[in-house]
């Protein structure tokens, strides 16, 4: 139950949005999310965004690496 | 380049000959990630990799089973719920068992769809089943304000929610560092970690869930833990702020307040729970319709407690595939996706087949 899924908005009205998951589309509450907007990714838990999404996982790898590198 | 970031994070893993480390993933998605992209398998005997009680299904104790279907057959309420928790055991029997017997019982994907329900079936009692931590219960408060703004009659939860500070607390002796669940910090932000850490020793990193994340913050730890000092990380901070939502701390804060809470396995926990405030009173099933005090009785023989903890793996249980199969649960662990036991059953032949 637990998942969290990454979504694209694709439309937001009155704190709801609609959301495209991997080309399944979805109604979920974006009332906790400010500064939303259509083009940005969330991540999406039991019908609520949860989260804004502000990259791919690539970036904030590549920190993690470089502060191991720098430990040493 | 992202793959020669994950070829020196596999090597810090697998080369690593210190002293063993333990290190416990709270979190059931990361349990289940970590089994689905073989990391078990790099990982040398030196490093021990724990699954600790963050699954809501698998902590979900006995008698709030026997309490929603005490709802569902004997005061004849529609009960929502997520999927997982149809097949998890209570005391005699599941609610799936409690369908096959004529309960309504309807799975959603989210709280928000059982009010949905709710509105569209005024002729039916409703009660969602509302279990998980802080990344689920804003859903929950969300779920139980829109019920109340429209005057809603005919829904109400019945709660389970938990916290994981508590727990982090209660086990912090089981592991050197903890892998913290990426989206429950999403919600809390950072600063109890950092209390941990300062007040408490209790180390860890906050971990996103893709192979990348997930090798990248074992590196991180296992780095970490040879300074032999407590420390605490966001590895994840596309997704986890340091503040955590405000939002959602505000809504939870005006919908619900901290009770004690019983765990499966691990026994009440105090203040690890959150019920609804006073002002909600009429949308909390256990008030509304006076569920009698139940006792749940968990299997005996189910070590789920001793899995939870970190005391055991899933397969040193003797049900574990033995009477005990994904198909055939006998406790929560083998139930939800996210259980270590259901985990362990799936993916980690090779881990017990070989004991
Ligand atoms: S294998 Fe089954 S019986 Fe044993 S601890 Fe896991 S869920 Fe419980």
């Not at chain 1, 139950?1 to 998951?21: F, T, Y």
């Not at chain 2, 503040?243 to 019983?262: H, P, Q, R």
């Not at chain 2, 002002?279 to 006792?295: L, S």
């Not at chain 2, 055939?328 to 059953?345: D, F, R, T």
Request: charged content about 25%; hydrophobic content about 35%; glycine content about 8%.
């Amino acid at each position: 139950m637990c998942v969290g899924l990454s979504a694209r908005v694709d439309k937001i009205k009155n704190g709801m949005a609609v959301v495209d998951a991997s080309g399944v589309k979805r109604e979920i509450s974006t009332e906790l999310i400010e500064n939303l907007y259509p083009g940005d990714y969330v991540m999406v838990h039991a019908g609520i965004a949860i989260a804004k999404i502000s990259s791919t996982d690539e970036d904030e790898v590549n920190k993690i690496m470089e502060t191991i590198k720098d430990a040493k | 380049m992202l793959s020669k970031d994950i070829e020196k994070a596999k090597s810090i893993i697998m080369n690593y000959d210190g002293p063993p480390i333990k290190i416990m993933e709270v979190c059931g998605t990361h349990t289940h990630e970590i089994f689905k992209l073989g990391i078990r398998n790099i990982l040398p005997n030196n490093i021990n990799l724990i699954s600790g009680p963050g699954c809501p299904v698998c902590v979900t104790p006995t008698e709030f089973i026997d309490e929603a279907i005490y709802l569902a057959l004997e005061k004849n309420i529609t009960i929502c719920t997520f999927g997982d928790l149809i097949r998890v055991p209570g005391t005699s029997s599941s609610l799936g068992d409690a369908r096959s017997k004529g309960a309504n019982i309807q799975m959603v994907y989210s709280p928000l769809d059982s009010v949905e329900y709710a509105i569209n079936h005024p002729e039916q009692q409703v009660v969602f089943l509302s279990v998980g931590f802080e990344t689920t219960t804003p859903a929950s408060c969300i779920a139980v304000r829109n019920a109340k703004n429209i005057e809603l009659k005919n829904f109400s939860i019945l709660g389970a929610n938990k916290t994981m500070y508590q727990a982090y607390l209660a086990l912090k002796d089981a592991a050197d560092a903890y892998i913290y669940p990426g989206h429950v910090c999403t919600m809390t932000g950072m600063s109890e970690l950092y209390k941990l850490r300062d007040e408490e020793n209790v180390s860890g990193a906050v971990t996103g869930f893709s192979a990348s994340e997930i090798l990248s913050s074992l590196a991180y730890i296992i780095s970490e833990t040879q300074k032999n000092k407590p420390f605490v990380a966001n590895l994840y901070p596309r997704v986890v702020t340091e503040e955590g939502l405000i939002k959602a701390k505000t809504l939870v804060e005006n919908t619900m307040e901290s009770c004690d809470s019983i765990w499966r396995g691990l026994g009440i926990i105090e203040k690890s729970g959150m019920k609804l405030k006073k002002e909600y009173i009429d949308y909390d099933a256990r008030a509304k319709y006076d569920i009698p005090k139940i006792v749940g009785k968990p299997n005996k023989g189910c070590k789920c407690g001793e899995v939870l903890r970190g005391d055991i793996k899933p397969f040193e249980c003797p049900l574990f595939s033995k009477g005990c199969t994904p198909e055939h649960p006998i406790g929560a662990c083998m139930v939800s996706n996210e259980g270590a036991c259901s985990a362990y059953y799936k993916y980690g032949e090779n881990l017990w087949k070989k004991n």
